[in-house]
């Protein structure tokens, strides 16, 4: 199966560097983010056959907007993916939303939100 997928709104691919990486773009409902978990999911479930943790990093710096249906699906998927860690980076206000999403899914010791992408990715290769 092939977990690369492009459309307008997110991207998945797995970076050379062995991490699930994913960009969201633009407008972000329901269904645009619960496309990128379903890619996440795929993705998630290559690097375990691998035997390789599932890291990811998620670009939200190209987010013009979003709604309580992405906010649902985003907890939903947090929930129900069995990842390893989660480093999101983008604006302030979407660091915020974030980490209140991963707190109501009870994985915030899982998903951190940065600022920069550097400071995303030093923390997904740190051990903690």
């Known amino acids: 199966m092939d977990i690369s997928a492009k459309s307008k709104s997110v991207s998945t691919f797995i970076n050379p560097s062995g991490f699930i990486e994913q960009h969201y773009i633009g407008v972000q409902t329901g269904k645009t983010v619960t496309s990128g978990v379903r890619a996440a999911a795929a993705a998630v479930k290559k690097m375990h056959g691998k035997k390789k943790p599932a890291l990811m990093l ?8 979003t709604d309580l249906s992405s906010h649902i699906a985003a907890v939903k998927g947090m929930k129900e993916v069995p990842f390893e860690k989660i480093a999101i980076y ?28 550097v400071e995303a990715v030093e923390w997904l290769r740190r051990g903690d």
């Open 58 to 65: 998620v670009d939200l710096s190209q987010v013009t907007s």
């Open 90 to 117: 983008g604006p302030l206000t979407l660091q915020i939303l974030l980490n209140t999403l991963a707190i109501v899914a009870d994985k915030y010791a899982k998903v951190h939100s940065f600022a920069t992408r």
